[in-house]
């Protein structure tokens, strides 16, 4: 089976960090694209970063300079280091996987990818 497993979300005050990883079970990556997309409560998922098969990388403004994205192949693992976090970065972060990551708005699991993980809750508040 098929699976994307998030994992690493938390409840966190301003200004803290948390790293999301991203686990594929049953494929490998491969020449794939990555994406994390985030939704706000009661929004649809918006694109947070992507990474591709070819290692260049993606980041919406609102995050450039905060997270970084990256990849280990070994583990099949695609993780989201998160600084500095604010307020409005609260919400579900889902991962998804498939030939080419580019929607910045979608419907979260929705049928535009092949794959999508179940989400990992992120809350930053003080």
């Known amino acids: 089976e098929v699976q994307l497993l998030e994992s690493g979300g938390e409840s966190v005050q301003p200004g803290g960090s948390l790293k999301l990883s991203c686990t594929a079970s049953g494929f490998t990556f491969g020449d794939h694209d990555i994406g994390w997309y985030h939704q706000a409560p009661g929004d649809e998922c918006e694109l947070v970063s992507t990474i591709g098969g070819d290692g260049i990388t993606w980041y919406t403004d609102a995050v450039k300079g905060r997270f970084t994205i990256s990849q280990d192949n070994d583990k099949n693992t695609v993780y989201l280091q998160m600084n500095s976090l604010k307020p409005e970065d609260t919400g579900v972060y889902y991962c998804?996987?498939?030939?080419?990551?580019?929607?910045?708005?979608?419907?979260?699991?929705?049928?535009?990818?092949?794959?999508w993980g179940q989400g990992t809750q992120v809350t930053v508040s003080s």
């Open positions: 998804a996987s498939d030939i080419h990551i580019v929607l910045r708005q979608t419907d979260c699991r929705g049928d535009e990818y092949s794959y």
